[in-house]
């Protein structure tokens, strides 16, 4: 059965643009891959708790030493891989806050990334251990900042550092600029969603 892993990460929940659009996503999807299975994870409404020391130490103490609160917290962690691991198919919602990505989607990367478990460090580097993975990055914006936006660079190499390579970026600009580019900039998205989803 194909998956598709859907993470949505607007403060605004559904009501966000990047959301609305992940949303049309999952719908074309859908309609092309019938019976399906859809993981739905919001990280407004559940957020991924920020990483602190405590959850660092856990993630990093050898299983046979874990507390059992430093286990509940590497279970909860891979858990969030699990989703990761199962789905063909990932679609990112990211708007862009204060030229990065949202807080609570950089706290969903930190226990996600994982030595041994999603990456592992060899003589030649790091090697990324998820493989066999799509993923489409929808990217919502006030302004005009491009494809060679830190934003995006930042995501693309998150991604390959986990071992996900094949990633295709979808961009909505010009939102905050005015009525007639934000219906420009979120009508391209939209056009852009139906045709790789078909």
Do not use: C
């Not at 405590?54 to 299983?63: D, G, K, M, V, Y």
């Not at 929808?138 to 995501?155: K, M, P, S």
């Amino acid at each position: 059965m194909a998956t598709l892993l859907k993470i949505q990460s607007s403060l605004f929940n559904g009501h966000g643009q990047s959301s609305a659009l992940v949303d049309q996503f999952e719908q074309h999807w859908l309609s092309q891959n019938v019976g399906g299975q859809v993981i739905a994870r919001n990280l407004a409404t559940e957020p991924v708790p920020h990483l602190d020391q405590s959850r660092f130490q856990a993630l990093t103490t050898p299983a046979h030493q874990r507390t059992d609160a430093q286990q509940a917290v590497v279970d909860y962690s891979d858990a969030l891989i699990a989703e990761l691991i199962e789905a063909d198919t990932i679609v990112l919602g990211v708007p862009m806050y204060n030229f990065s990505v949202p807080s609570v989607l950089r706290a969903y990367f930190d226990h996600i990334a994982r030595s041994g478990v999603t990456f592992r460090y060899t003589a030649a580097g790091p090697e990324g251990l998820i493989k066999g993975k799509k993923v489409y990055v929808v990217i919502t914006r006030g302004g005009y900042y491009g494809e060679d936006h830190g934003q995006t660079q930042y995501l693309r190499e998150f991604l390959a550092f986990i071992g996900i390579n094949d990633v295709t970026f979808v961009y909505a600009e010009g939102l905050a600029i005015s009525d007639e580019a934000r219906q420009k900039g979120l009508t391209a998205a939209s056009e852009q969603i139906a045709a790789i989803a078909a």
